[in-house]
């Protein structure tokens, strides 16, 4: 039995302030990387758009507004001190941030995770596929959520990359509700999930769901890791920020789909677990062994009715 142990971290961010700069929130990122290196932690995984308040909560009309959250270049001058800390402490990161992109003389914004290396280099990007909420603004919500005007869907797939000694992929809050997500890396091998997110606990469309946030949480980052064989390490931006209330329950996911960490504040918190990568190997070779028991020749008649009038039996 070959051990392969990744130490990992959920970092968990309590509420970014409108009026927070980066360099205090980059300065408490910097405390629990401190904190995660004490730990004896290999990587930290920190939420999605880590650097700023949650800012499509708002309807903005000035395109300069917007841009104000976002990142031009990566490591840029405010975040160049956690490259610097990932090469000092000989600890990884990952971190998610708003991306404008000049691609082809064009500007591109994404909602972007970036994995980098003990050596301070980057070694993975994501850019958020699926983006929750709307594209217009709507006056009768309590707060907006303005994904779909203020990013892109991402181009870059569901790719994984090696790094840390396994086979590692990125997602981003929307996407942990797709099975897809977890699949498209699945069949690609995948070891562990690195997803950070920024769920309010209140959807002014489904209000009936609010009391289940937690539980819907917790049961697709459960079932995306069992059903795909991989570590899933799901980390909240959590708290009351700006009057909106955010789940937490950070929590990292061993491929049997138990919970092995947990946060328990809605602050900044880590929760740590010694991850065996071997552990993957052994449902990826039994009750999940793709290739001797998956039928995607046999879906591919589902899918070509989709739509259709199925025949009698
Ligand atoms: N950030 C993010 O993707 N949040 C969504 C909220 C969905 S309700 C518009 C989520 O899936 O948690």
Known sequence: TVRRILTVAAAQLGPVARS??????????????????????DLVVFPELALTTFFPRWYF???????????????????????????????????????????????????????????????????????????EHEPWRAFQHLEKRYFETGNLGFNVFRAFGGILGMAICNDRRWP?????????????????????????????????????????????????GSWVVGVAKAGTEEGVAQIGNSIIVAPSGEIV???????????????????????????FNFAKHREPQAYGLIVERKGAVPPPL
Do not use: W
Request: glycine fraction near 8%; charged fraction near 20%.
């Open 20 to 41: 927070d700069s980066r360099a205090h929130v980059v300065q408490r990122m910097l405390d629990l990387m401190q904190q995660a290196s004490h730990h004896g932690c």
């Open 61 to 135: 009309e000035h395109q300069s507004e917007i841009d104000a959250f976002f990142e031009g270049e990566m490591p840029g001058p405010q975040t160049q001190p956690l490259f610097d800390a990932a090469r000092e402490l000989g600890i990884g990161f990952t971190l998610g941030y708003a991306e404008l992109a000049h691609v082809d003389g064009r500007v591109r914004h994404f909602n972007t995770a970036i994995t980098v290396h003990k050596n301070g280099h980057i070694v993975g990007k994501y850019r958020k596929i699926h983006l929750p909420g709307h594209a």
């Open 180 to 228: 897809e997500t977890y699949r498209v890396m699945g069949l690609q091998g995948v070891e562990m999930i690195l997803l950070g997110y920024h769920a309010p606990v209140h959807n002014p469309p489904a209000p009936e769901h609010d009391a289940l946030s937690n539980f819907h949480n917790e049961l697709v980052m459960q079932a995306g890791a069992y059903q795909n």
């Open 261 to 287: 960490a947990a946060c328990s504040t809605l602050g900044d918190e880590l929760a740590i677990a010694r991850c065996d990568i071997y552990e993957t190997l052994q449902l990826n070779n039994t009750t």
